[in-house]
């Protein structure tokens, strides 16, 4: 079966430095997606990996190791709006996205 | 404003009563999707169209039905709406739904409870 992983909740402050990890086993992949999601609100996209390596967006960085099914997402100089969740989505060999629960981070000033 | 509509944005129906989630986009995107969104679970995807005129199942298709008469709008039907169909419904879109990083659009939701 396909599965996604991602801690459910994670606490962070103010100012400081957060990974969300991500775990993958898909029936093939054509990418990684990162996406937030505010309280009651739709999901809006952070990143895109389909390389190894580490994207960096701003505050937001993405990294991706293919061989290891794993993702990192990092949020640097962490702000009390970027308490939300963080949806992991893995784009498999029908090119359909397979999605993780998401990580709830909680930013405590 | 260019972006995705959903309405109704909230809905209470009863059991065993016909109810259609409708979805308009304005970015001529080829591919758009529906997905369920329940507490502790992934999104998961109802049913999808790559392109105006086609349509595909998803994840958890069964007592929901789509059609794509045109590029803009992407309605999904419950044809009997039970209690296990509660759940907030997005729709979503993006430019092509078989290559290339294109991100998915997503619009506000549908927020649906079945009594």
């Known amino acids: 079966g396909q599965n996604i992983d991602q801690p459910t909740e994670m606490t962070a402050t103010e100012g400081a430095i957060v990974q969300i990890n991500c775990t993958y086993q898909?029936?093939?992949?054509?990418?990684l997606f990162w996406y937030q999601q505010h309280a009651g609100e739709a999901p809006t996209f952070l990143s895109y990996n389909v390389l190894d390596g580490l994207e960096e967006k701003g505050r937001f960085s993405s990294f991706l190791s293919r061989s290891k099914g794993y993702s990192y997402l990092l949020l640097k100089e962490l702000q009390m709006k970027d308490s939300a969740s963080y949806l992991c989505a893995v784009r498999d060999s029908n090119y359909q996205l397979i999605w993780g629960a998401g990580t709830k981070l909680i930013i405590k000033p | 404003i260019a972006g995705i509509t959903q309405a109704p944005t909230s809905q209470i129906l009863a059991a065993g009563r016909r109810m259609t989630l409708r979805c308009t986009q304005d970015?001529?995107?080829?591919?758009m999707y529906w997905y369920r969104q329940d507490l502790g679970l992934g999104l998961r995807l109802i049913h999808y169209?790559?392109?105006?005129?086609?349509?595909g199942k998803g994840e958890v298709p069964d007592g929901y039905s789509v059609s794509r008469a045109n590029t803009d709008d992407f309605p999904l039907t419950l044809a009997s709406a039970v209690p296990s169909q509660t759940s907030v419904y997005f729709c979503?879109?993006?430019?092509?739904?078989?290559?290339?990083?294109?991100?998915?659009?997503f619009g506000p939701g549908t927020r649906l409870t079945v009594l």
């Open positions: 970015m001529r995107h080829n591919a």
């Open positions: 979503a879109s993006s430019p092509t739904g078989t290559s290339g990083g294109a991100e998915q659009f």
């Open positions: 898909t029936s093939g992949f054509n990418g």
């Open positions: 169209s790559n392109t105006a005129g086609t349509t």
